[in-house]
């Protein structure tokens, strides 16, 4: 595949699907089933979206927003809205209003597409405030009243077949360039308002050339995706769309977090893509099933692991009668673990935020790959990842083909190649302090090792500095305490501060059999007063601590008085902890830690 003779994304779209026109290509849940549609099918549906988004005034450089969960319609809106030039604007579906308000206002966008009822509200109040977006577009029929201000548009009809289109949207595609903009995303933001990158057609081609590179070693052939991240995600944009595309591979959509291990038994996917939070939960699924087994199903697990981390982690030759004991672990135990995950799988590949090494290395251990990259929505976004003959869980791996690292004097990674964003959207001196003498400067830092492998040891702005001047990676720490099934998250806390502390969020399971084993039932936020509770938590925290070194302890911690989500405000909705917001409804009782003996 030469994907630096391609001239943009909606191009290779349009070549995959006069290549493969009666492939299947996107999957999605209809009354309970999986059905699927072409890449001829989804061609002329973007074809006609794109002649009505033309017909309603979007050019090349208009912004248009896209609010919407996973789906076929995503996809096609993103590639009608490049087709001619325009710019898609994804937002996450966990977005407020003032959120979208933010977006609307500061991408200046012209039309927002929604995908129904659920989202809609949250985006029409926005944009009922919003200087530049009145029109709306929405995938499913509305229920909810539309502000009369604003120009309701039924997908369907967009979407209605004609004898002749109005645009030659084929010809208007050909004419895009490398270096035009195909997409906004917009950061997260761990604090503050997000920032707009800026990403290229060119730079996200780039990226889908260092994935094949990467995953050739494999042997690409009809590969099928398993998509959950969101599509607001530069990373699955990226990585399970535009990718996917272009080696003409079947996608099918996730129906959540709650259905991913049924929809792996569907999709039976080959490759899948995600953060590290859903390979923790398929670790405590994994373990919690062998737990209640018990008896000689335990032990034959307890055994692979024990193998595997001898050969596959350790590289370590295995004796005569460790080979034998493997070969029997290799039928009555990996077997049915690669069944769990469909049978097909070649590979997980971990993204996003730092994968803990034990996690990786439990499924390694399993005959399971997964690979961990590193990268950041400025570069569109992987910048480093494991090769898959050279599997080091500890490390990201080496920089991807035609990407360049190098390591600052004060240990920053700086990266450069297309792959880096154009800058961010109306902000220059953002932009400036980013991008200096063509290399981005990411904020981590870290070290590159003999082999190549990039190991990330830090975060510049993430460090906690104690008052004895230590520095101390809070990540690392936080770690070691949700590896604990126990714990299902956890914040630390200790800037300019004798010693750490921490907020942490009990696991459900853990909560359920403190609870009977009182007969009785409590609420998480009843239970962050119980002083009994605390107790019990403080106990296992000193069991986490015997494992950490003297500055990393976390001398106390109080219960939080509910998870850390989305909803809440508490997590970015690419699953990261907001530590400035957690602070504001902790910091009191965090302070408080510190007037403790």
Request: hydrophobic share 40%; charged share 25%.
């Amino acid at each position: 595949m030469n994907y630096k003779a391609l001239n943009n994304l909606a191009t290779m779209f349009f070549d995959s699907a006069e290549h493969f026109p009666q492939k299947p290509f996107l999957w999605a849940k209809r009354n309970g089933k999986y059905i699927s549609g072409s890449y001829s099918e989804t061609k002329n549906k973007v074809q006609l979206l794109a002649d009505s988004l033309h017909q309603l005034g979007i050019e090349k450089g208009d912004r248009v927003v896209v609010v919407s969960e996973n789906r076929p319609e995503w996809v096609i809106a993103d590639l009608a809205i490049i087709s001619l030039g325009g710019i898609t604007v994804p937002a996450y579906t966990t977005n407020t209003t003032d959120d979208h308000l933010y977006i609307l206002d500061h991408s200046e966008a012209k039309i927002a597409i929604v995908s129904g009822d659920k989202l809609a509200v949250r985006l029409m109040n926005a944009m009922s405030k919003s200087a530049s977006c009145k029109t709306i577009i929405s995938i499913e029929e509305l229920s909810s009243d539309v502000d009369p201000g604003l120009k309701h548009l039924d997908w369907s009809s967009l979407l209605a077949p004609r004898d002749k289109l109005s645009t030659d949207v084929l010809k208007e595609a050909v004419n895009l360039k490398r270096n035009d903009i195909a997409c906004f995303i917009y950061t997260s933001g761990t604090g503050g308002n997000p920032k707009g990158v800026m990403l290229t057609h060119g730079s996200i081609l780039a990226n889908c050339s260092s994935a094949y590179d990467l995953l050739t070693e494999f042997g690409l052939g009809d590969e099928i995706f398993l998509s959950l991240l969101p599509l607001s995600h530069s990373y699955e944009h990226t990585c399970g769309l535009y990718f996917p595309i272009s080696i003409g591979a079947q996608i099918y959509y996730a129906e959540g977090p709650d259905k991913v291990a049924q929809n792996l038994q569907e999709a039976k996917p080959t490759i899948m893509t995600a953060v590290p939070r859903l390979y923790e939960a398929l670790h405590d699924r994994i373990q919690r099933g062998v737990q209640q087994s018990g008896g000689l199903k335990k032990y034959l697990f307890d055994l692979t692991l024990k193998l595997g981390r001898k050969e596959r982690v350790g590289k370590k030759p295995l004796s005569l009668t460790e080979k034998l004991s493997n070969m029997l672990v290799d039928h009555a135990v990996r077997t049915k673990v690669s069944q769990r995950f469909g049978g097909r799988l070649k590979a997980f590949v971990s993204g996003g935020a730092a994968l803990n090494p034990d996690i990786g290395n439990f499924f390694l251990s399993l005959g399971v790959n997964i690979l961990q990259g590193y990268g950041q929505t400025e570069a569109s976004p992987i910048i480093s990842c494991n090769r898959p003959g050279n599997i080091r869980i500890e490390t990201v791996g080496p920089a991807l083909k035609d990407v360049e690292i190098k390591i600052a004097e004060d240990g920053e990674i700086l990266v450069r190649g297309e792959l880096v964003m154009k800058g961010y959207w109306k902000d220059p001196v953002a932009t400036r302090a980013a991008i200096k003498d063509g290399w981005l400067h990411t904020g981590d830092v870290g070290v590159l090792e003999e082999d190549g492998s990039l190991r990330i040891t830090d975060r510049k702005k993430d460090i906690i500095v104690i008052s004895g001047g230590d520095n101390i990676a809070p990540a690392r720490v936080e770690g070691a305490i949700t590896l604990e099934p126990e714990f299902l998250q956890a914040m630390v806390y200790g800037d300019k501060k004798p010693y750490l502390v921490g907020v942490v969020v009990p696991s459900e399971e853990f909560v359920k059999e403190w609870c009977e084993g009182q007969k009785d039932t409590f609420t998480l936020g009843e239970l962050s007063d119980n002083a009994e509770f605390n107790s019990v938590i403080q106990s296992v925290m000193t069991r986490i601590n015997s494992r950490l070194s003297q500055i990393e302890k976390v001398r106390h911690v109080i219960v939080a008085e509910e998870p850390f989500t989305t909803e809440n405000g508490l997590m970015t909705p690419t699953l990261k902890i907001k530590r400035h917001k957690i602070l504001e409804n902790y910091s009191e009782k965090l302070e408080r830690l510190y007037r403790r003996s």
